[in-house]
């Protein structure tokens, strides 16, 4: 079966703070779906009615390379990649709004043009914020790679041999997810075992529906109605799953020792508070302290192979 292949290259208005953008993927990663390599983040995923191998390499104008299997919708591409990568921001107001606070004055000017870590589907980036639920970025990944190999799909043999160092696998549908046994969640405390299967099952069921297009306050009950689904959890998925501008996951640890640096309050009830101020663009000025932590997820991966 033939394998098409094309490249894009897609434009965005300046600025774009690429090092904690790529960081932020190349940081949280899922192995065996996701990989850096060759200076850019490549992953499997399915487009359309076929599968798909995009590479996205950072730079002016981002360059976009695709493989796809039959069934695979070309057209989905740019859109998908630009909300994924959050290319239509408008950078210069957001940088301006922020910047005129004077406790991240500094950070706007040393980190100009912050987009948000989005993804190519709302519903698996729900699955993975609740996997990294009080534990590191690492052992996040981790624990997804166990349920990629559990149950994610196959790429295509042909696919694979048209780009050998592709990602073996598609993440899992929520369906597969819902249905594992407890033996695939190795390490993972009980509680939050239920949790992965509660929202899987609503997002299988369609009784849960995460959309970009849906009214946030709508999906944000909705998440908080699940049992184990706390607000960090919600305002994580509404931050990289759903792109919404004004989250603000106020009691993330990492967010709250950047805020410290940058002599903002440091507990979540404060910096609360505090972040009214940001207002409608709180999910910015989250990713902008993320930006100024000095954790992986705020640098420019190395031109390695990252899986």
């Avoid at 946030?216 to 799953?241: C, D, F, N, Y």
């Amino acid at each position: 079966m033939a394998i098409t292949q094309r490249h894009w290259e897609l434009a965005y208005e300046h600025p774009l703070h690429a090092p904690s953008l790529f960081g932020h993927f190349a940081a949280t990663l899922v192995p065996g779906v996701e990989r850096w390599i060759d200076g850019g983040l490549m992953r499997a995923l399915q487009l359309g009615r076929g599968q798909a191998i995009l590479h996205i390499t950072p730079g002016y104008p981002l360059l976009v390379r695709g493989w796809f299997a039959e069934g695979g919708d070309l057209s989905l591409v740019e859109p998908t990649v630009r909300r994924w990568l959050d290319l239509d921001a408008d950078s210069p107001a957001i940088d301006e709004r922020l910047g005129a606070d004077p406790d991240l004055a500094a950070l706007v000017t040393q980190h100009p043009g912050v987009r948000l870590p989005g993804t190519v589907d709302p519903a698996e980036m729900a699955l993975r914020v609740v996997f990294g639920q009080q534990v590191s970025t690492k052992a996040a990944a981790t624990m997804a790679r166990k349920f990629v190999d559990a149950c994610g799909q196959s790429v295509r043999a042909e696919l694979l041999a048209a780009v050998p160092e592709a990602p073996g696998r598609l993440f899992p549908s929520p369906g597969c997810v819902a249905e594992l046994s407890d033996d695939n969640f190795p390490g993972m405390p009980r509680t939050r075992r239920e949790t992965v299967r509660r929202l899987a099952t609503a997002l299988a069921d369609g009784s849960l529906v995460i959309d970009p297009a849906a009214p946030i306050e709508e999906t944000r009950a909705q998440l908080h109605s699940l049992k184990g689904v706390g607000p960090w959890t919600v305002e994580m998925i509404a931050l990289r799953g759903l792109g919404y501008p004004d989250a603000f996951p106020h009691a993330d640890l990492g967010v709250l020792v950047a805020a410290k640096g940058a002599g903002l309050p440091d507990q979540p009830r404060a910096l609360a508070a505090r972040g009214e101020a940001w207002r409608p663009w709180r999910s910015y000025a989250t990713q902008l302290l993320w930006a100024s932590s000095g954790h992986e997820a705020a640098q420019m991966p190395q031109d390695r192979s990252v899986s």
